[in-house]
């Protein structure tokens, strides 16, 4: 998504919990993009990095929420609670962090669309997988509770992303993963869906087709 952005002429800020990664990003897209080292589920750290953003780059026109983890695929009862609790924290905590200290100044601003990242495990379900079907399915309850709350002007959908061959699908189906479509070839077309939201979605349940 990220290239597909910059691309089409976005100034784009971004973070992640790795450092190393962050720093390939700042050697491959510098300035005026910004990427920060930030564990979304730590709300001190998300407040930290959204103060600087809103300061040096003003107020986001699309807010994406797609930081998540999945669990090791395996009955409910022999998920530990740890790791249980991780993947809360990240998949659903992270993205209300996220919204606690960037909609304020989006609010302000009077424009601007958030898109919270779903599954079609947000909407449905499968064996192994409690853990994340738990947290999807909790943003596509917060994202339509979000729409009821936003002024004229905003919007929030929850997004089906569709099946990507990407790391963590292979963490609960392997090789088959190479199936399905290149996390390249979905960006090509899914960004262009992205920047086409506004308003009129607001409280929509969307997929990328």
Not at 45 to 61: C, F, I, S
Not at 65 to 70: G, I, S, Y
Not at 150 to 169: F, H, Q, R, Y
């Amino acid at each position: 998504m990220l290239q597909e952005f910059v691309s089409r002429g976005h100034t784009v800020a971004g973070c992640g919990r790795s450092e190393a990664a962050i720093e390939k990003l700042r050697l491959a897209f510098p300035g005026p993009h910004r990427f920060a080292a930030v564990d979304v589920s730590d709300d001190m750290q998300v407040g930290r990095w959204a103060r600087h953003v809103l300061t040096t780059m003003g107020p986001p026109d699309i807010l994406i929420n797609n930081a998540a983890l999945t669990n090791k695929p395996a009955p409910l009862w022999e998920i530990p609670a740890a790791e249980f609790a991780t993947l809360i924290n990240v998949n659903v905590m992270g993205t209300a962090n996220v919204v606690r200290h960037f909609v304020p100044a989006m609010i302000e601003h009077g424009r601007g669309v958030i898109i919270n990242f779903s599954s079609g495990w947000g909407r449905s379900t499968a064996p192994d997988v409690a853990p994340y079907c738990a947290s999807k399915w909790a943003i596509e309850g917060l994202t339509r509770s979000l729409a009821q709350e936003l002024p004229k002007g905003l919007a929030t959908v929850s997004l089906n992303p569709g099946i990507i061959d990407t790391e963590m699908l292979r963490r609960s189906f392997g090789e088959a993963a190479g199936d399905y479509e290149s996390p390249t070839a979905w960006a090509a077309r899914a960004v262009p869906f992205l920047l086409k939201l506004g308003p009129k979605h607001n409280g929509k349940a969307l997929t990328v087709d």
